[in-house]
C-alpha cells in the first residue's frame, strides 16, 4: 500500500508541474507581449518596458521558468490589477463558494443517479426504463448553459419559485446545483444499472435470493456492492469535473464563486488572478483524483497490486 | 414477506438486450439488429437534415451579422415582418431573424466540429500508431502526456487557451482540437497493440513491407470501424464544447455568431423574449443527442468492445 501511495501522489505532483508549465507556456510562447496583453493595448511604451522589466520578461525563458517555479511554489501569483489585492488571496476566498455548488451538486447526483439508475435495473427494458435511459440520453446531451438558462426562464421568471442568481440562502443553490448536477446524473445512472445487471447472474445473488432475502435486501445487500466501486471511482473524478463544470454554471447562474472570478478576470484581462483561478481548480482536481486512487486502491485490492 | 409484491429482478433477458453476446437466440439477435438499423437511419436522418439546413439554409435566407433592424426587434415567434417574410423562431434584440442566425450558427458549428475532428484525429491517430506500434520510451512518453491531460478538466484547459488567443474560427478548432486528441491516440494505441502481431500483418512484414508500409496499409485500414466509431461520439462532444466556449465569449467571433453566441445573447431578455435562447438551444440538443444515438448504434454495431469509452 505504501509503495501505491507514493507511486499515485509522485503522478499527482507531476499533473501539477504540468499544469503549471502549460499555463507558463502558453502565456509566454504565445504571439504577443505578456506586458502588452496585461495591459491592453492603450498602454504607453514606459508601462510596458515597467511591467516587463518587473515580470522579468528580458530574461531567458530558462530563468523565467525557474522564478515561476519559485513564485508557484510560494503561491504567488502578484496582484490582481482590479482588486490591487494579492491574486491567490483572491481566487481562495472565492472558492469555498464553488466548492459549496460542487457539495451540494455531488449530493444532488448521487442521490437522483443511483436511485434512478436502481429504477432502470428493476424494470429492465420496461416503460420505467426506457424513461429513465431517455432522461440519462437527455442530461448528457443538452448544453448545461442553455439548460441553467431554461430553468430561469420557467422557475424564476415565470413560475417565481426560486432567485435567478446570486448567493444566499439554500433556495438559490437549488437551480445552479440540479444544473451542474444533471451530466453526473446521466453517468451514475448507466454506470449503477449496468453495475446492478452485471451481477443478476451471479451464484451469490442467487444464494441470498435462495436462503429467502427479500428482493429489496437482495439488491441493497448484495448486488449493489458489485456497483459501488465504479460508482466511487467515477463519482471522485466527476468531483473535480464539477469543479470545471462550475465556470459555466456560476456564469449562468451569477454565482461568485471561482468560475465567475475566471470569466471576469479574462474578460477584465487581469491575467494575474486567470492564472491563480486555473491552478487552484487544477490543483484541487488532482487532490480530488489523489484521494479517489488511494480510495479506489484500498477498495479493491487488484489495483493497487498493479494487476 | 410480502415477495409477490417485490420487484424482482429480471433474470434472463437483461443481458441479451443490453449487450451482444454470442451465446443470443437467433431471435433476439435479428430484433436487436433491426432496432440497431433503426436507430442508426434515424440518427443519420437528423444529422444529414442539419447539414442540409446547414449548406444551403444561409443562401436562402441570409443573415448579416453587422446588419439592425430595431423596428422589427424582439418579434415573437411567426411574426410577419415589415420586410415581407416571416419570422418562424422571431428575431432578436437588433431585429435578426433567429432562423437565419440558427442556419448561420449550424454552418459555423458543424464546421469548427468537423475540423476540430479531423485535426484532432490526426494528431491522435498518429500518435496512437506511433505509440503501439513502437512501444518503448515513445510509448511511454505520449501516453504519460495522455493521462496528464485526462486528469485536468478540458474545459479548462480550452477557457484558458482560448482566453490567450482570443475568439477566432480557427482559434477555437486549435484548442478544442489540443483537449480531444488523447481520446483518439487512446483508442488507436489499443487497438495497434491487438493488430501487429495478427497474422496479417506478420505475412506482409515477411513479403519484405516497410514500417510505414506496415502501418498504413495494414494497421490502419483494420481500425477503420473503431475509429470512426469514436470520431461520431466525440463531434456531439465537440459541438457542446464549442458552444459553451462561445457562450462564455470565448468561441467564435461576433461576426461568425455560433449557437452559443445566440443563446448566450438571449440571456439579457429573458423576461420579454423567451425564444431567442430557448430555440437554437433546442436545435444544439437535437443534434447532439443525434449524435450520440449514432454513436451508441455504431458501436453496437462494429465494435462492442468499446462500450467502456
Known amino acids: 500500500m505504501t509503495a501505491y501511495l507514493f507511486r499515485r501522489t509522485l503522478f499527482a505532483v507531476f499533473v501539477l508541474w504540468g499544469a503549471v508549465t502549460v499555463v507558463f507556456l502558453v502565456l509566454r510562447l504565445v504571439p504577443g507581449d505578456p506586458a502588452q496583453l496585461i495591459l491592453g493595448s492603450d498602454a504607453t511604451q514606459d508601462e510596458i518596458a515597467r511591467l516587463r522589466e518587473q515580470m522579468g520578461l528580458n530574461r531567458p525563458l530558462v530563468v523565467q521558468y525557474g522564478i515561476y517555479l519559485g513564485d508557484v511554489v510560494r503561491f504567488d501569483f502578484g496582484d490582481s490589477y482590479r482588486y490591487h489585492s494579492d491574486a491567490m488571496g483572491l481566487v481562495m476566498g472565492r472558492f469555498p463558494l464553488t466548492l459549496q455548488l460542487a457539495v451540494v451538486a455531488m449530493a444532488i447526483g448521487l442521490v437522483l443517479g443511483i436511485s434512478l439508475g436502481v429504477v432502470g435495473a428493476l424494470r429492465v427494458n420496461r416503460l420505467a426504463d426506457r424513461v429513465v435511459s431517455v432522461f440519462a440520453l437527455l442530461s448528457q446531451s443538452m448544453p448545461s448553459f442553455w439548460i441553467g438558462i431554461m430553468f430561469i426562464l420557467v422557475f424564476a421568471r415565470q413560475l417565481h419559485w426560486l432567485a435567478s442568481g446570486g448567493h444566499g440562502g439554500f433556495d438559490r443553490l437549488v437551480l445552479p446545483g440540479i444544473t451542474l448536477a444533471l451530466p453526473l446524473i446521466a453517468i451514475l445512472i448507466r454506470l449503477t444499472r449496468s453495475g446492478l445487471l452485471d451481477v443478476v447472474h451471479e451464484n451469490y445473488i442467487q444464494t441470498a435470493r435462495a436462503k429467502g432475502l427479500s428482493e429489496r435486501l437482495v439488491i441493497f445487500l448484495h448486488a449493489i456492492r458489485n456497483a459501488l466501486i465504479p460508482i466511487v471511482t467515477v463519482a471522485g473524478l466527476e468531483f473535480g469535473k464539477l469543479l470545471g463544470g462550475a465556470v459555466i454554471v456560476e456564469t449562468v447562474f451569477s454565482w461568485p464563486g471561482v468560475g465567475r472570478l475566471l470569466i471576469d478576470s479574462i474578460s477584465a484581462r487581469d491575467y494575474n488572478v486567470v492564472q491563480a483561478a486555473i491552478l487552484l481548480i487544477a490543483c484541487g482536481f488532482v487532490l480530488i483524483n489523489l484521494v479517489v486512487d488511494v480510495l479506489y486502491g484500498y477498495l479493491d485490492p487488484r489495483i493497487r497490486l498493479g494487476r | 414477506m410480502d415477495r409477490p409484491t417485490e420487484q424482482v429482478l429480471p433474470r434472463n433477458d437483461s443481458k441479451a438486450a443490453d449487450s451482444p453476446t454470442p451465446g443470443d437466440p437467433p431471435v433476439a439477435a435479428r430484433t436487436r439488429v433491426k432496432i440497431g438499423r433503426l436507430r442508426i437511419i434515424a440518427s443519420l436522418s437528423v444529422i444529414a437534415l442539419y447539414v442540409v439546413a446547414a449548406v444551403i439554409g444561409p443562401i436562402l435566407l441570409k443573415y448579416d451579422p453587422v446588419a439592425t433592424d430595431l423596428g ?62 513502437f512501444g518503448g520510451w515513445l510509448d511511454t512518453v505520449l501516453m504519460r502526456l495522455a493521462d496528464v491531460q485526462l486528469t485536468f478538466p478540458s474545459i479548462l484547459l480550452a477557457i484558458f487557451i482560448a482566453s490567450i488567443l482570443g475568439p477566432s474560427v480557427v482559434n477555437v478548432v486549435i484548442v478544442l482540437s489540443i483537449s480531444n486528441w488523447v481520446t483518439f491516440a487512446r483508442v488507436t494505441r489499443s487497438q495497434v497493440l491487438g493488430l501487429k502481431n495478427r497474422d496479417f500483418v506478420d505475412a506482409t512484414r515477411t513479403l519484405g513491407a516497410r514500417t510505414w508500409h506496415l502501418m498504413t496499409r495494414s494497421i490502419l485500414p483494420s481500425m477503420i470501424a473503431p475509429i470512426l466509431v469514436v470520431a461520431t461520439v466525440e463531434l456531439g462532444h465537440v459541438i457542446l464544447a464549442e458552444a459553451s466556449l462561445s457562450f462564455l465569449g470565448l468561441g467564435t467571433p461576433a461576426s461568425t455568431p455560433s449557437w452559443g453566441t445566440t443563446i448566450a445573447n438571449g440571456r439579457d431578455y429573458l423576461s420579454n423574449a423567451w425564444w431567442i435562447s430557448t430555440i437554437p438551444g433546442i436545435g444544439l440538443a437535437i443534434l447532439v443527442i443525434g449524435f450520440g444515438v449514432l454513436g451508441d448504434a455504431l458501436r453496437d454495431r462494429f465494435d462492442p468492445r468499446l462500450r467502456s469509452m
Open chain 2, 72 to 133: 422589427s426587434r424582439l418579434k415573437p415567434p411567426g411574426t410577419l415582418l415589415p420586410s415581407g417574410h416571416t419570422a418562424i423562431f422571431g428575431t432578436d434584440q437588433v431585429g435578426q431573424d433567429v432562423l437565419a442566425q440558427m442556419l448561420q450558427g449550424a454552418r459555423v458549428s458543424i464546421t469548427v466540429g468537423l475540423a476540430t475532428l479531423v485535426l484532432a484525429g490526426v494528431i491522435g491517430v498518429a500518435a496512437g500508431i506511433a505509440a503501439g506500434y
